[in-house]
């Protein structure tokens, strides 16, 4: 049975799925399963189901798409536990696919992007876009890849879909298909299908899964546990552009469109599209809206939202605004940097005013946290100890939260480069990197002394500058700085005699000569990792380097160890999309680095910092809205926020709109309406409103 639950709260959503959760299962042994969009949300479920239950363990928490695959695997036989079809298996498979494309005329424009196909990275960029596409096809197209599959090609994506599909391996579509039928047949052995499944988060699935789910309910309950923002009906309203763009024949009144409420109109089109896809399914309904607690203007805006109420019309006129009421706060700043120093005093304010307060209650998010995360670490670890505020950044990156791997792409970049003196002494900043060539912290003042002295610049030898088309001189390139300083120690020469036509680099002497060894050491293995990264070999010769590199330049400690498994973990990963997608062509070490950085990218970034104690500050990710007492938009920028996305110009999907499609600008928005709702006490907003520069005045996000 399809169970509904829907609030305006996701406490009330909480309090109704632990009362489910305390009714037990058949299979004592058998574990609970959530389906929820985020690794966050199913982060702050689990410590909420802890907070109602006493503990929180056997708990499954799964992504709807992995879900259906598992659950299709459970009613069909012979299933891979990963589709050829998953976009990093159609990858490898499209990059090969591109290679060896004929001279059939639909493909024309593949061949004018490409030319000679010399260039295997530029053919992995279009892989991993058409790729993209295709993913995006599958879920919300199912219609195109039934007729590309049954019509002769006329366009080259469905040439190319025709030729994926010729090896016979299974894709979402057909096997959605095959799943319908078999539930509807009774063909398959229930007892290894779970009891009960709950879905809490989503605020929009494709119409492809919704069908699949409502299949599903007929043999299995299947609890929707739904954010609803508004308890009547507002499947008809429409943004008052909506309406404008309206056909002249067409009278709104007679179609039934009105706006309602104009925050929920131009904001919730995601939601409103999805909850109006929902009413054509059979269900159980239960309502548990709530009205928001206090008398301030950010719970008249959650009332009015929540009534479908138009504040200014003639049932509904304006309200009075209290001069104490600072439930609602926009702040103009001039620069991100400003921003969150105005943030930080006016944490400090609401703390003040209100003793109950925590910093826990707090969380603080901006469309690009990478820029915001270093300046909130700047400001809030900066201030004395009595006003510092405890706090948490997640969502940063692999680069940030993960500086080795940095370092070993770094590494990496060198490969084919010119070993300019301040990268190649950049590297030894990494203690890991150091501690395997036996280089302490205060050698490193000593080493680039030495650099300096010996005149190092660039380039490993004469060889070197010659790749780059330049004179084939030996002066001022690494070989001839470090005989320089080996012969110095050997053979003083004071600055004035020569010795085989090398001026002796008498800076070294002493034990220091341990350090000059390390360097000697570490510059040696790099210069030998040049010829091995110029190469191109198949993938899985290159997994085997890219592991060298790891054991030859690294001696991680503890949290180290634990960064370096994240790129073995990565490693493995590549090597088993690609041996599923039975891909073997040589590759350059740049196509590798792409899709080894995609795959590091792709892994829950900074999940342990979600939620960590303090404030917390984190990306604005869709369907992540998690309540807060306070909530804190920084860097609302006319050109940050909706975050602008252009898709390819030959996604199909881009101007053929359809309900229920996914848009970016959307998510956005609807963000943001969920973000207004998951306010407790207070939201407050932030962005720059003059250039620092020359005080003119910047427009902030048009959602503000």
């Known amino acids: 049975m399809l169970y509904c639950h829907q609030s305006n709260r996701l406490e009330i959503l909480i309090d109704r ?65 990963i589709s050829a079809f998953e976009r990093p ?39 991993c876009r058409i790729a993209d596409c295709f993913d995006q096809y599958l879920v919300y197209r199912p219609d195109w890849i039934r007729a590309w599959e049954r019509d002769a090609p006329e366009h080259w994506q469905a040439a190319l879909w025709q030729r994926l599909t010729a090896t016979g391996a299974v894709h979402r579509v057909s096997v959605q298909e095959q799943v319908r039928a078999a539930l509807r047949a009774g063909d398959f052995d229930r007892n290894r299908l779970p009891e009960r499944v709950a879905v809490l988060g989503v605020t929009t699935l494709p119409p492809l899964y919704l069908d699949l789910l409502a299949e599903l309910a007929k043999v299995i309950d299947v609890h929707l546990l739904l954010l609803n923002p508004c308890q009547e009906y507002w499947g008809d309203i429409r943004a008052e552009r909506d309406l404008a763009r309206l056909d002249e024949e067409i009278d709104p009144e007679e179609a039934y469109l009105v706006v309602g409420n104009p925050l929920l109109a131009s904001l919730g089109k995601q939601g409103r599209d999805f909850i ?6 059979p269900r159980t309904e239960w309502d548990g809206f709530a009205e928001p607690a206090g008398n301030s203007l950010l719970h008249h805006l959650q009332a009015d939202i929540l009534h479908l109420r138009e504040r200014g019309s003639t049932d509904w006129p304006p309200l009075p605004l209290r001069a104490d009421d600072r439930s609602l706060q926009i702040h103009a700043c001039h620069g991100p940097m400003r921003e969150v120093e105005v943030l930080h005093d ?27 995360g270093p300046l909130i670490e700047a400001v809030f670890d900066s201030v004395p100890r009595e006003r510092r505020i ?17 370092v070993f ?29 036996d280089l302490a912290e205060e050698d490193l003042i000593r080493i680039r ?7 190092i610049r660039w380039g490993i030898d004469a060889e070197t500058k010659q790749h780059w088309d330049l004179p084939a001189t030996a002066e001022h390139t690494w070989r001839t700085g470090l005989d320089r300083l080996l012969l110095g120690y050997a053979l003083p020469g004071e600055g004035r005699g020569l010795y085989q036509d090398i001026l002796p680099c008498d800076e070294v002497e002493g034990s220091a000569a341990l350090a000059l060894g390390g360097l000697e050491s570490f510059t040696e293995a790099l210069f030998g990792l040049d010829a091995r990264l110029r190469e191109q070999r198949p993938l899985t010769a290159w997994l085997s380097v890219l592991r060298t590199v790891l054991e030859q330049f690294f001696d991680p400690r503890e949290r180290e160890e634990n960064e370096l498994q994240q790129v073995r973990a990565a490693l493995e990963a590549l090597g088993d999309t690609a041996e599923q997608a039975g891909f073997g062509e040589p590759l350059s070490l740049a196509v590798v680095k792409s899709a080894l950085r995609e795959q590091l990218n792709s892994v829950a970034s900074g999940a342990g910092r979600f939620l960590g104690g303090g404030v917390t500050c984190c990306a604005m990710v869709p369907m992540r809205s998690i309540p807060f007492a306070v909530v804190c938009l920084l860097g609302l920028n006319d050109d940050a926020y909706p975050r602008p996305h252009l898709p390819p110009g030959f996604d199909l999907m881009a101007n053929r709109f359809r309900r229920g499609d996914r848009a970016r600008h959307q998510d956005d928005r609807y963000l943001f309406l969920e973000t207004l709702l998951s306010a407790r006490q207070c939201l407050y907003l932030s962005y720059c409103g003059q250039n620092i520069r020359d005080n003119v005045r910047l427009p902030p996000s048009v959602l503000v």
């Not at 290679?99 to 196909?117: M, N, R, V």
């Open 89 to 127: 298996v159609l990858r490898w498979r499209l990059l090969e696919l591109l290679g060896e494309l004929d001279d059939t005329p639909c493909l024309a424009p593949l061949h004018a992007w490409l030319g000679d196909g010399r260039d295997d990275f530029r053919r992995y960029q279009l892989a």
């Open 409 to 437: 792409f770094t590494l990496l970049d060198l490969g084919g480069g010119r070993f300019d003196a301040v990268q190649v002494l950049d590297l030894l900043e990494a203690p890991a990197l150091r501690r395997r060539f």
């Open 346 to 372: 006016q944490l400090l304010a609401l703390f003040t005013a209100d003793p109950r307060l925590k910093p826990s209650d707090v969380v603080v998010m901006a469309p690009d946290i990478a820029v915001y």
């Open 17 to 81: 799925l632990t009362d489910v959760l305390r009714q037990p299962l058949r299979a004592a042994l058998a574990p609970e399963l959530v389906i929820t969009p985020s690794n966050g949300l199913a982060r702050w479920l689990a410590l909420r189901l802890a907070d109602r239950l006493g503990v929180c363990a056997n708990l499954s928490v799964q992504f709807p798409a992995t879900f259906l695959w598992e659950i299709s695997r459970v009613l069909l036989r012979g299933m891979p536990s």
């Open 276 to 281: 109006d896809l929902l009413q054509n399914y």
């Open 390 to 406: 405890p706090f948490s950044v997640a969502d940063q990156g692999v680069a940030v939260e993960n500086p080795l791997i940095e």
């Open 449 to 455: 002394h030495w650099v300096r002295s010996a005149g």
